[in-house]
Structures are given as C-alpha cells and as structure tokens.
C-alpha cells in the first residue's frame, strides 16, 4: 500500500512564507498525481494544488500566484511553497496521491491515499 507522510506547517504572520513537504512511500514503478487539500473550521474540503505524473499543474484560483508545488521525482517527495500568506490560508493541509498516469483534478474523489494532515496557521 501506498503511504504519505506529511511535514512542515506550522505557524506564521500575515505575508510570511512557509513549506509544506510530503513522501509518498510505496509508488515504486507506478505513475502518480500527487496534491494538496486544504479545510478550515466549518469549511469544506478544497483543492489547492496538484501535479500530475506528466508534470501538468493546477492550482486553486485562490492560490495562484502564492503558491508553488513541486515534486522530486527521485525520492518521490512533495513540496507546496506559499509564499504571501493571507488569514484565509489558515487551515489543516493534506497531502494526496493518486496512481494514475493520465489526468487529474482537485477533487476529494481523484485520490485514494491521504497523509496525516498538518496544520498551518497565518496571524495577523
């Protein structure tokens, strides 16, 4: 089975920056679409980025521009640089992953295994 461990996050001022990193263990010789999910208190589930096993990303509106992710594809490890963070970013972030090699989307149903979450927290 596929595993995703989640680190990074923490707590940061309003403009700050942070990184968010993810290894997915157990994908050997398979393809996968790997992303980030975010949800606040009250809030639903929402898409934040992905990128997929032919290197295509997608981004959340609310995120472009701040946010950038990453993958290293030797280790199999995710990155979600976020740079400019606002109040509104405030939320626990999961990572994702999904094995396919064609498309995928930033929908709660395109993954299959999920990390542990991590808490990021933006102040004012």
């Known amino acids: 089975d596929v595993v995703v461990v989640q680190s990074g996050g923490g707590s940061v001022q309003a403009g700050g920056s942070l990184i968010l990193s993810c290894a997915a263990s157990?994908?050997?010789?398979?393809?996968?679409?790997m992303g980030w999910f975010r949800q606040a208190p009250g809030k639903e589930l929402e898409g934040v980025a992905l990128i997929d096993s032919q290197g295509t990303r997608r981004y959340a509106d609310s995120v472009k521009g701040r946010f950038t992710i990453s993958k290293d594809n030797a280790n199999n490890t995710l990155y979600l640089q976020m740079n400019s963070l606002k109040l509104e970013d405030s939320a626990m972030y999961s990572c994702a992953a999904e094995a396919t090699g064609g498309p995928c989307y930033l929908f709660r149903s395109d993954f299959g295994f999920w990390g542990q979450g991590t808490q990021v927290t933006v102040s004012s």
């Open positions: 157990g994908t050997s010789g398979s393809r996968y679409c």
